[in-house]
């Protein structure tokens, strides 16, 4: 429910304004409302990556402690994991999106893309600022990395588990399990650390634009 609600928010943080401006001659947006769709996009985003692990976490209980399960995983416990999630989310991009806000953008007022994304709004600053490059890359990285070890260290354990089960109507029912969320886990971060591991990489305009495509209408829509 927690992850429905927040596909639903991810979707409506950029795609209305993004076929706004497929239709629209005047293609503009206020400074102001510019960082507001990058905070709620990056935010949604990063509470993406916290859900997707702990929904990993609790495959992993399912298939490999399944009698510890019900005492593990309990209604509390399962409330205050949504609850660190969302938070965590909403707090971990501040200071990269704060940095970013305070670059001079006098000079150019363009960008080239359909969202306001870290990438295209540092290129457009009249000063080159490398410490946030820096700043942002680092963020990204331990982010994504972090949260894809911890989802991959999850799912090895439970492949192992699963090949130790004898039938093999046994190994369909559970890898049938983690079918759904392992797709989403292999597009959305596939996608998503080709753009922002490296936001400012030598990757074409034009590429990262379909990249971003992927992640934010067909993983939702999957």
Request: hydrophobic share 45%; charged share 10%; proline share 5%.
């Amino acid at each position: 429910a927690n992850f429905s609600f927040l596909e639903m928010w991810y979707v409506t943080s950029c795609v209305p304004s993004m076929l706004v401006n497929f239709l629209s001659e005047t293609k503009t947006i206020s400074f102001s409302g510019c960082f507001l769709q990058f905070y709620f996009f990056f935010s949604t985003g990063s509470t993406e990556t916290f859900f997707l692990s702990a929904m990993a976490f609790d495959r992993y209980l399912a298939i490999c402690r399944p009698l510890h399960y019900p005492a593990v995983m309990t209604v509390q416990r399962c409330v205050r994991m949504g609850v660190c999630c969302w938070v965590c989310g909403f707090l971990y991009f501040l200071l990269p999106i704060y940095l970013i806000s305070q670059l001079p953008f006098y000079c150019l007022n363009k960008i080239d893309h359909f969202l306001c994304d870290p990438g295209p709004l540092i290129k457009i600053s009249c000063v080159p600022d490398l410490a946030t490059e820096i700043i942002c890359a680092i963020s990204n990285s331990v982010l994504f990395i972090s949260t894809l070890l911890f989802i991959t260290c999850s799912y090895i354990l439970v492949i192992r588990s699963v090949l130790r089960v004898p039938s093999a109507e046994g190994q369909r029912k559970a890898f049938s399990t983690c079918g759904s969320h392992l797709a989403v886990v292999s597009l959305f971060y596939g996608s998503t650390m080709i753009v922002y591991v490296n936001p400012t990489a030598s990757n074409s305009t034009e590429i990262q634009k379909y990249v971003t495509l992927t992640y934010i209408v067909l993983t939702p829509l999957f």
